[in-house]
């Protein structure tokens, strides 16, 4: 499997091609599971900073909401977060983004539960 974020335009925005076992793939937004462990990483070539507006695995939060959704929630803009896992620490997320005013959390889970 290889991913790489482009310069060419979908929608008129860069996107992403995903190359997997069954073809070529083009998305505008990807979700990665990196995994738990010692050192959970999102890869370092994908330069986060420029693909999306934040991105944190559940050993690096410092505040939760990020900031920017806290200032989205404060505008009483729409706000969504995207919380993966199938542990406590993805359950007890997910409320907590409920109970702090996020309007819609997808909560994604690996396997048939």
Known sequence: M???????IMDGQPYFTIITSRGVHHALTVVLVVGAGNAPAIPAELSLDKVTEGACHAFNITTFPPLHIKAKIAAKKPTNIVVI????TSAQLSDLAIKHGVSKVWHLLRGPR
């Open 85 to 88: 896992g199938g542990g406590l």
């Open 2 to 8: 290889d991913i790489d974020y482009n310069t060419s």
